[in-house]
């Protein structure tokens, strides 16, 4: 890969998840631009940035690459904590029927649960309304006539 990239070290994978979080990242592939000296935000357009300067037909991605990168450089960094709060600001909010969904879909998980629990509701609901061959012998009494 011609970037700079988290290593594929032991603790990377707290790096990782700890910048998605931060950014909230649900996406992938996601390239955010930082700061190689300092740590700090550039910026989250990369990807399409990169997308549309490979996608022209003309050839030089090279120079176009390069012309990239120096944009990039020309950007004022910010501190990943400022940028970050800058993006919650700016992404919609959700309402939490979507939320919910969205929880679900990362999770699928839940939905053999929900199958789970709905497939028993349904058979305790079928059972539910059904006379016992006990109940029907006895006129209804559970019991059996006998007193607690």
Do not use: C
């Amino acid at each position: 890969m011609p970037w700079l990239a988290i290593p594929a070290t032991e603790g990377s994978a707290a790096i990782k998840n700890n910048l998605a979080n931060t950014l909230q990242i649900t996406g992938i592939p996601t390239i955010i631009v930082l700061d190689a000296k300092t740590g700090n935000y550039i910026t989250d357009k990369a990807r399409e940035e990169v997308m549309a300067s490979s996608s022209s037909s003309d050839g030089d991605a090279k120079a176009k690459g390069l012309n990239l990168v120096e944009t990039w450089k020309k950007i004022e960094s910010v501190p990943i904590e400022e940028a970050a709060a800058k993006r919650a600001e700016s992404v919609p909010k959700r309402s939490m029927l979507m939320s919910l969904v969205m929880h679900i879909a990362k999770n699928p998980i839940w939905i053999f649960g929900l199958i789970y629990i709905y497939k028993r509701f349904m058979k305790y609901a079928q059972t539910a309304g059904e006379d016992t061959p006990d109940m029907i012998e006895n006129d209804g009494n559970v019991n059996n006539g006998q007193e607690f």
